[in-house]
């Protein structure tokens, strides 16, 4: 696995120029995700290895790892949004969104025996799932579309994990790093709740049977239908689309929480329904 110099970004990218021109140098950093992904040993951050980063390279490097594992056949199941609530914000001090993938093989369900050793350093948000009754592409899709596309609302958490040392990530580090996606948990049985009263809905995150966290949808970009419509219009200007059937995780109503093994994590929505999983 490469490893920079700890001398900096701009004299590691100095010292590379000849060698690697900056196409070069974003495949290297994607195979190097792709190898902490396999075998969970973390890099260091790579905004202090790319000379003056920007989320587009970041972008590009997800997309790298997005394209080798659909390569090897994995089925995309979804798109999920991140970093849409004030809380996550401040907690990885960012100030805008991101989004990334997730396969079927990273779906889970209700009462899920997830293995902890399989992440590096997981933790867990509660969130809404919409399951796509109607394909949506942009650019140019409004909050009414997005509305409009969706077909089931579900209980859902997101199990989120880095592939970058220690957590030390800004925003172009946890874009290439797949917005930091582990794996997905998702009801079976969908909430009774119209899209209209989504930002009203409270859920609460427990763990273990403690209660440490709670949030309203409005939380989430203050309507949980916003970033959909923001990741329709921000795929479109790529020539992707979100396709019906697809799942998409809208973002979280809390700050993350961190689980170990025998950890147990539900996503409470009170009368409208749980979704609880367990970590092995």
Not at 38 to 49: K, S
Not at 145 to 153: D, F, L, P, W
Not at 157 to 167: C, F, G
Not at 202 to 209: F, N, Q, T, Y
Request: aromatic fraction near 6%; charge should be negative; hydrophobic fraction near 45%.
């Amino acid at each position: 696995m490469t490893q920079a110099p700890q001398s900096g970004a701009a004299e590691w990218a100095s010292n590379h120029s000849d060698e690697a021109p900056r196409s070069e140098l974003i495949k290297r950093l994607a195979d190097e995700l792709l190898v902490a992904t396999e075998t969970l040993v973390p890099i260091p951050p790579l905004r202090d290895r790319v000379l003056n980063m920007t989320v587009e390279d970041a972008y590009q490097i997800q997309d790298a790892q997005l394209q080798h594992h659909v390569a090897k056949g994995r089925v995309l199941a979804g798109r999920k949004v991140g970093l849409t609530s004030l809380a996550m914000q401040k907690q990885l001090g960012v100030d805008s969104p991101d989004f990334g993938y997730f396969f079927a093989d990273m779906v889970h369900h209700e009462d899920a025996q997830i293995p902890a050793d399989s992440f590096i350093s997981p933790k867990v948000e509660p969130e809404f799932g919409f399951i796509l009754k109607e394909t949506l592409t942009g650019p140019g899709v409004t909050r009414e579309q997005a509305a409009a596309a969706i077909g089931e609302v579900y209980a859902a958490i997101e199990i989120i994990d880095s592939r970058v040392e220690d957590w030390n990530i800004k925003l172009v580090d946890t874009v290439a790093d797949n917005a930091s996606c582990g794996a997905i948990a998702v009801g079976t049985t969908p909430l009774d709740v119209r899209i209209e009263d989504l930002a009203e809905v409270e859920c609460s995150l427990i763990i273990d049977g403690e209660k440490v966290a709670t949030g309203k949808g409005s939380a989430v970009m203050n309507d949980p239908v916003a970033p959909l419509a923001w990741l329709a219009n921000v795929l479109g200007e790529q020539g992707v689309a979100l396709e019906a059937g697809q799942l998409i995780l809208p973002g979280s109503f809390t700050g993350a929480m961190p689980v170990v093994k025998d950890s147990t994590a539900t996503a409470d929505f009170g009368e409208l329904g749980s979704l609880k999983i367990n970590f092995s």
